[in-house]
């Protein structure tokens, strides 16, 4: 099953004081759930350039200096498994200085994507947090260690989350851009020797 990454999600963390920016939702998906900020891809746009785009429209912020996380991929069953959906996004994390941090005053509401305010860790990952979006919560295990070579899978069943998994190294997409890559190596080394 090929999946096509049309999205982006990034999270931006004062790693000093353990907070994460996090945007409440005002429109599907994930109204009034707690999120990262992201979004669709433009064409031609290079994911990097998306997420940079994208935070700077959601939260006034110019950052640059994001970390490619890795992919998220997704299937979605509804209407009794008729409908499945499914889609991707790559992830990004960045931290900004304490001082970037004191200078940005949440909560606050930048533009018509919902309420922008800092979190703690703690809060974010609690299991008794029912505002964050859930797959969130169990990603966070990773996703400040996580590479642009790491995969994480969800699955949700009629808007529940019934799997979240994380998978180190197993980006199809890396895969793809290495096999490319050693084939291109091995006919070179054909033509060097003929």
Request: contains cysteine.
């Amino acid at each position: 099953m090929t999946v096509t990454l049309s999205y982006t999600l990034g999270f931006i963390r004062c790693k000093t004081n353990n907070k994460i920016l996090l945007l409440n939702r005002n429109k599907s998906p994930w109204m009034g759930r707690w999120n990262g900020v992201g979004g669709k891809l433009n064409p031609q746009e290079s994911a990097l350039q998306c997420i940079i785009r994208e935070t700077e429209e959601e939260t006034g912020l110019n950052l640059s200096n994001f970390i490619n996380r890795g992919i998220l991929i997704w299937k979605v069953k509804n209407d009794g498994n008729k409908n499945v959906e499914t889609g991707g996004l790559y992830l990004f994390t960045v931290d900004i200085s304490e001082e970037q941090f004191e200078n940005y005053r949440t909560p606050m509401v930048y533009n018509n994507e919902g309420i922008l305010d800092w979190k703690d860790w703690n809060w974010i990952t609690n299991d008794d947090n029912l505002g964050v979006v859930d797959n969130i919560k169990i990603i966070f295990n990773h996703l400040f260690t996580s590479s642009e070579t790491d995969l994480y899978k969800v699955k949700y069943e009629n808007n529940k989350l019934m799997s979240c998994m994380y998978y180190p190294g197993e980006n199809p997409l890396q895969k793809e851009e290495k096999e490319k890559e050693e084939k291109e190596h091995v006919q070179k080394s054909k033509n060097i020797i003929h």
